[in-house]
């Protein structure tokens, strides 16, 4: 005979799965729905095994009950083992006979946002499946439907939170206009109510309203491009934006500096009325600069420009000679060279370097060659 023998529902509306332990194999079960007052109201017994064993495992059946109310009703369970012996257990569940709550896609007048175009209107409808029969049928007037708004910031990330309080009309269809202050994710829930029992909440997929940025620049000049170690660089440019009505400037912006092998430069800058700004610094070696453009407004894009620079560090000779050798002078010196030339005249010789992006001009001192014998 079974020992224990429940019934656990599946869903609101849907079959059951009665899990059955029995010292004989189970060869038929049968479930009753049965009302307050005692009455059968339904019978379910095309049960069938779908996990565990027939002495321990649970049945399952696919039909759907079919009752006239929505409600809370009672389980009893018939069960027979292989030897035919029967027991029947009052009690065992209860059965939630309710309608499920399910959306239609949110519907936004607008997909995407910027500066001038913020307005966005918001449409969807609720459903419910009824669970005798799972048609699908919108719900009636004056459902309560909850619409979340969570802000998205440049990143992604959530930056705010709002909510309207919708109904549905007698179609089951709900709207909300507002104007977004940045990107935003939209949730459709229908919450419980007491005015609407036995309907189960429901959430709708989530749609998201990007914001789309508008195009930033910071131009950066630097002047000379080339400098001698210990002279200042001198860095201007211009910030603006792109507006509807074309290029604005970014006035009274902080705009972020940072210079590669120079901790000492200014790290930020800020434009004036017309978007420009200047700054001067003495790096230590050549480098880039960045400049950098960066808000949390979520309707204009980040930006960095960078540009490098050169420093020159000075260079000199440690030692330099020219000896005459019959027509020819040897020359040697340090900038690490040596060589001859062919010239009988008498003179004063210098070694002269011509610098280079990474170090200055230099001269030797003046060695005095006689002439060729």
Request: hydrophobic share 35%; glycine share 8%; with cysteine.
């Amino acid at each position: 005979m079974p020992e224990s023998c429940n019934i656990i529902s599946r869903g609101p509306c849907d079959a059951s799965s009665p899990s059955t332990t029995s010292e004989q194999p189970i060869a038929t079960l049968k479930a009753h729905v049965v009302s307050a007052a005692g009455e059968k109201l339904a019978t379910v017994d095309d049960f069938a095994l779908t996990s565990g064993t027939p002495t321990s495992g649970i049945w399952t059946t696919r039909s759907r009950v079919q009752l006239t109310e929505l409600g809370s009703y009672r389980i009893d369970v018939e069960a027979t083992d292989a030897q035919g012996a029967h027991i029947t257990a009052e009690r065992t569940g209860r059965l939630s006979y309710m309608v499920r709550t399910v959306f239609d896609p949110l519907i936004p007048s607008r997909t995407t946002i910027d500066y001038a175009h913020r307005n966005v209107t918001v449409r969807g409808r609720a459903y419910g499946i009824r669970p005798g029969s799972g048609v699908r049928k919108p719900l009636g007037q004056g459902f309560p439907i909850s619409l979340s708004i969570n802000y998205l910031d440049k990143q992604g990330g959530y930056a705010g939170f709002d909510h309207a309080d919708l109904t549905t009309d007698a179609k089951g269809r709900f709207r909300h206009s507002l104007t977004l202050k940045m990107g935003a994710e939209f949730t459709a829930t229908y919450p419980y109510s007491n005015d609407h029992l036995w309907y189960l909440s429901g959430t709708s997929d989530k749609l998201i309203v990007k914001a789309t940025e508008s195009a930033t620049q910071v131009q950066v000049h630097v002047d000379p491009a080339r400098i001698n170690a210990g002279d200042p660089l001198t860095v201007s440019g211009l910030a603006r934006w792109r507006s509807l009505a074309g290029w604005r400037p970014l006035a009274d912006t902080t705009l972020n500096v940072w210079v590669e092998n120079t901790n000492d430069a200014p790290r930020s800058v800020t434009t004036d009325a017309e978007g420009r700004y200047s700054l001067k610094f003495v790096p230590y070696t050549t480098g880039t600069i960045n400049v950098a453009y960066y808000s949390e407004d979520p309707f204009k894009a980040n930006v960095t420009t960078t540009v490098a620079f050169t420093v020159a560090h000075p260079s000199s000779f440690a030692d330099f000679t020219a000896v005459r050798q019959a027509a020819e002078v040897a020359v040697s010196g340090h900038l690490a060279f040596s060589g001859s030339v062919s010239e009988p005249a008498a003179g004063h010789w210098r070694a002269r370097f011509a610098g280079d992006q990474n170090f200055q001009d230099a001269l030797s001192q003046s060695v005095e060659v006689g002439a060729a014998q």
